[in-house]
């Protein structure tokens, strides 16, 4: 089973700074990786997939970068909407298909 | 519009029994992989089982397999999860997901809490 470990646990910043968030796999899941954003009582909602590709309607300012075992997903400029936990998820070597324990992204 | 709709979550006792449905509108149900992922109270996301378009592939995580059996029907646009044997770690709010390309989640239900509990 791949083990994804995402860094930091929470990530404290203000509207406008940029975010930088890592996802670290066990071994290489080339470039078949997925971020998902999640708000308190929603779904999480797709935001890149294959490291880079953003998914229909995310807006420019999310981008994904990585390939092998370590992965970013970087927000230029942080929106108040941005603020909820952010998770890594593979699709490489499956099943089982496997997340990260997620980013909390907090307001400073 | 793509639309997930869960139902079927609830109380229930350990070793009991339930049922999950998973009502797909907006898209061509039948050409999509379709997936169950959980989440227990305030923790990560789990992948919990896969079903490919035909249902000529399934697959569940160790942790279900053996107790959970997903299925679909695809002239109504539905997936299920048949749920045995329930244990107090199954307790979750259980999603629905498409997945157009496998193993990537692009559309979610908005999720039904299962309890397990005496």
């Known amino acids: 089973e791949i083990v994804l470990t995402q860094s930091p646990a929470t990530l404290s910043l203000s509207p406008g700074e940029r975010a930088t968030l890592s996802c670290r796999a066990s071994q290489s899941v080339s470039i078949y990786l997925a971020w998902y954003q999640q708000k308190p009582g929603q779904a999480p909602r797709l935001l890149i997939y294959d490291a880079s590709n953003r998914a229909t309607g995310i807006p420019a300012r999310f981008s994904g970068s990585g390939s092998g075992t370590d992965f970013t997903l970087t927000i230029s400029s942080l929106e108040p909407e941005d603020f909820a936990v952010y998770y890594c998820?593979?699709?490489?070597?499956?099943?089982?298909?496997?997340f990260g324990q997620g980013t909390r992204l907090e307001i400073k | 519009e793509v639309q997930l709709v869960e139902s079927g979550g609830g109380l229930v006792k350990p070793g009991g029994s339930l049922r999950l449905s998973c009502a797909a509108s907006g898209f061509t149900f039948s050409g999509s992989s379709m997936n169950w992922v959980r989440q227990a109270p305030g923790k990560g996301l789990e992948w919990v089982s896969s079903?490919?378009?035909?249902?000529?592939?399934?697959y569940y995580a160790d942790s279900v397999k053996g107790r959970f059996t997903i299925s679909r029907d695809n002239a109504n646009n539905s997936l299920y999860l048949q749920m045995n044997s329930l244990r107090a770690e199954d307790t979750a709010v259980y999603y629905c997901?498409?997945?157009?390309?496998?193993?990537?989640?692009?559309?979610w239900g908005q999720g039904t809490l299962v309890t397990v509990s005496s």
């Open positions: 997901a498409r997945a157009p390309i496998v193993g990537t989640f692009d559309y």
């Open positions: 079903i490919s378009s035909s249902s000529s592939y399934i």
């Open positions: 998820q593979q699709r490489s070597n499956w099943p089982p298909i496997t």
